[in-house]
């Protein structure tokens, strides 16, 4: 396909061509739905090889290896991306989870404890307030170990 068109024109295409799938995995409900639309969205990834020639083009020998080295490295945060990305999403789905259970939870223990929910509404300021001087003492703090 390289030879067929310019860079600038393939990577537009390959663009234009993700656009659609991508717009379609918010409506996806299907174990196949994702496999299909991934396969679209792939080809994006194919991308790689005419950036690098598009930039290989557009810039003069000098500043060649700097602009490849830059698209290089873009890449490979979009790749680090797509393996990161769902662990993390998968530990915050994880943790939401838990608190729509904990938190109704606590109320209902409240309640049925002290007659109202203002015992669970003291323990979570206690526990946001302990978060706040956590992160304060470790990140904002004068010498902290880990400053911000």
Not at 111 to 121: R, V, W
Request: with cysteine; glycine share 12%.
């Amino acid at each position: 396909m390289l030879r067929c068109f310019c860079a600038a024109q393939t990577s537009a295409g390959t663009l234009l061509s993700t656009v659609v799938p991508i717009w379609m995995i918010g409506e996806a409900t299907e174990y196949w739905h994702f496999l299909v639309l991934g396969l679209f969205v792939g080809l994006a990834g194919g991308s790689f090889s005419v950036g690098i020639a598009y930039c290989a083009r557009w810039f003069d020998r000098q500043h060649q290896g700097f602009a490849m080295g830059i698209f290089g490295a873009g890449n490979s945060g979009a790749a680090l991306t797509k393996f990161v990305a769902p662990a993390v999403l998968g530990f915050t789905s994880a943790f939401a989870a838990y608190g729509g259970f904990f938190i109704p939870k606590s109320y209902g223990t409240s309640i049925s404890m002290t007659g109202g929910p203002e015992a669970a509404l003291y323990v979570f300021i206690v526990f946001y307030l302990t978060c706040i001087v956590t992160t304060w003492w470790y990140y904002s703090r004068k010498n902290a170990e880990m400053p911000c």
